[in-house]
Nanobody, 123 residues
Framework: VQLQASGGGLVQAGGSLRLSCAASGRIFSSYAVAWFRQAPGKEREFVAAVSRNGGFTSYTSSVKGRFTISRDNAKNTVYLQMNSLKPEDTAVYYC?????????????????WGQGTLVTVSS
C-alpha cells in the first residue's frame, strides 16, 4: 500500500489543521493506521491510531482532547483533526499502516509509511 500524507502548514497557536492520509494499492479497510510525529532533534513518537473499522482509537496523552483521528474507508483516507494547537506540536507528521492487527503505539509494528507533512505552530 502507498500512503500520501497532506494538510500540514503554518498555523498560530490555538489554531486548527486537518491532516489527511490517502492510501492506494490494497484494500484499505484491512489496515490499522496511525499518525506519528518527529520534531527536530527528537525521536519519532506516536500520536494517534485507529482500528481497521474505525471503532477503536488511541491517543498519546499530550494530544487527548485536542486531536481526533478518524477514517473513511470508502475514500481510503484517514484524518487527523488537530485543534488547540501548541508550539510543541510542531513536527513532521507521518501516517503509517499495518495489517498485523493493531492499532499499535510502537512504530516498529507498522509496515508502510507515508512521506510526512510538516506542521509548524507559531507562538
Amino acid at each position: 500500500v502507498q500512503l500520501q500524507a497532506s494538510g500540514g502548514g503554518l498555523v498560530q497557536a490555538g489554531g486548527s489543521l486537518r491532516l489527511s492520509c490517502a492510501a492506494s494499492g490494497r484494500i484499505f479497510s484491512s489496515y490499522a493506521v496511525a499518525w506519528f510525529r518527529q520534531a527536530p532533534g527528537k525521536e519519532r513518537e506516536f500520536v494517534a491510531a485507529v482500528s481497521r473499522n474505525g471503532g477503536f482509537t488511541s491517543y498519546t496523552s499530550s494530544v487527548k482532547g485536542r486531536f481526533t483521528i478518524s477514517r473513511d474507508n470508502a475514500k481510503n483516507t484517514v484524518y487527523l483533526q488537530m485543534n488547540s494547537l501548541k508550539p510543541e506540536d510542531t513536527a513532521v507528521y507521518y501516517c503509517a499502516s499495518t495489517t498485523s492487527g493493531g492499532p499499535f503505539i510502537t512504530r516498529e509494528r507498522y509496515d508502510y509509511w507515508g512521506q510526512g507533512t510538516l506542521v509548524t505552530v507559531s507562538s
